[in-house]
């Protein structure tokens, strides 16, 4: 922490946030949009199509729209947040995005109370609409809360980051 007001990212929130979520959120933007189908069954087996013919238009549109959105979770994380060290900028895009993992875990709901408990039951799609998200969420709000930020109370709304290894 220097005299300037800037905080130092520590490693675990880097590998998180500038690496490790951007690629699985452009890995789940790919299938979404080229494997419509697999993500479909992996969602939901028993209500998903039999064939890639048989899913219907306004799906894969929606299953695109999705794979959109999730490109816009990476490039956030991936260029946007690379691109300041304001730490009033990274506070805001997180707090966004914690906000889209809450209704990222909404959206599964319907499969059930114990999809969001019952790990041993989970499929590759489940780690990845529950688990990930949780990971996610709780470093984001960890984030939030300041924790393994070092930066003083009254420099907090106008520190930036320094992104050199955590002394």
Known sequence: MGSS???????PYRAAFLLIEPVFALAGAI?????????????????APM????????????????????LLFAFNEAFILRSTSDLR??????????????????????LAPDIYWKVARWNVMDFGNVGFVYAGACMRLAFLCGIGL?????????????FDKAK
């Open 31 to 47: 299938i979404a949009h080229f494997k419509p189908l697999e993500y479909l069954q992996l969602t939901h087996g028993a209500s």
């Open 89 to 110: 900028v990274w506070r805001t895009v997180l707090l966004g995005m914690l906000i889209a993992d809450f209704g990222h875990l909404y959206s599964v709901s319907p």
């Open 150 to 162: 070092r930066v003083p109370p009254k420099e907090q709304g106008k520190a930036t980051a320094s």
């Open 51 to 70: 064939t890639t013919s048989s899913i219907p238009l306004s799906t894969n549109i929606v299953l695109t729209q999705l794979a959109n959105l999730y």
């Open 5 to 11: 007001g800037q905080f130092t990212l520590p490693l």
